[in-house]
C-alpha cells in the first residue's frame, strides 16, 4: 500500500551510502517494470538525488494505467494500492507524471512499442511531459517488442544504448 514510499527512500539510503563510503562519486538509477515506476519516481521525488536515470517500461501515471490496463493488471493495482476513485490523493502523488517539473537528471526512456503490460500511453505520456518540460531526455520505443524485450537486435540496442548514456552522464572520474 505504499508504491514509492518506504521502498524508495530505501533506494535513497543506499545511494547516499555509495556515496557517503567513497564508493560512488555520483549515482544514477535505473529499473525496468515497477523499477522503471520507481526509477521514474526516485527522479521526481528526490530530484537532486541522481545523476542519471533510465526508465524501462515504467508506469508514469497511475490512473491513467490503471484505466487503460488489462484485467489482470487492475486487480494487482487495486490489491496494492486500492482504486483511483478510493485512493485519489494517493494516485496523484504518486504519480511521477504529476512531478516532471521537479526533475533535473538526464532522462532515458525506454519502452516496448506491444508492452501488454505497461501501455505504450506511459511511455508517451512521460516523454511529452519531459518534453513540454525542456527536459534532458532521450526517448527510444521498440517496434514489435513487448514487456521484456526478447530481440536479440533489442537487447543489443538497449544494452549499448543505456551503456552510452550513462557513460555520458555517470562518466568515470
Not at 493488471?73 to 482504486?83: A, K, L, P
Not at 502523488?93 to 512499442?113: F, K, M, W, Y
Amino acid at each position: 500500500d505504499d508504491w514509492a514510499g518506504g521502498d524508495l527512500r530505501d533506494v535513497v539510503c543506499a545511494a547516499d551510502w555509495l556515496e557517503t563510503k567513497g564508493i560512488a562519486s555520483g549515482v544514477g538509477i535505473i529499473g525496468g517494470s515497477y523499477g522503471g515506476y520507481m526509477t521514474l519516481s526516485a527522479v521526481t521525488q528526490y530530484p537532486n538525488r541522481w545523476r542519471a536515470a533510465v526508465s524501462i517500461y515504467g508506469m508514469a501515471n497511475l490512473v491513467t494505467m490503471y484505466t487503460t490496463a488489462r484485467e489482470d493488471m487492475r486487480h494487482f493495482q487495486e490489491r496494492n494500492i486500492g482504486r483511483p476513485d478510493e485512493n485519489p490523493d494517493f494516485y496523484r502523488n504518486r504519480s511521477p507524471l504529476n512531478h516532471v517539473d521537479r526533475i533535473t537528471a538526464p532522462t532515458l526512456i525506454l519502452q516496448g512499442e506491444r508492452d501488454a503490460r505497461v501501455p505504450l500511453s506511459e511511455a508517451e505520456q512521460m516523454r511529452d511531459a519531459l518534453e513540454a518540460g525542456g527536459k534532458q531526455f532521450e526517448y527510444m520505443v521498440y517496434r514489435d517488442e513487448g514487456h521484456g524485450f526478447t530481440k536479440l537486435d533489442t537487447k543489443m540496442d538497449y544494452l549499448e544504448r543505456i551503456g552510452a548514456f550513462l557513460r555520458l552522464h555517470l562518466p568515470v572520474e
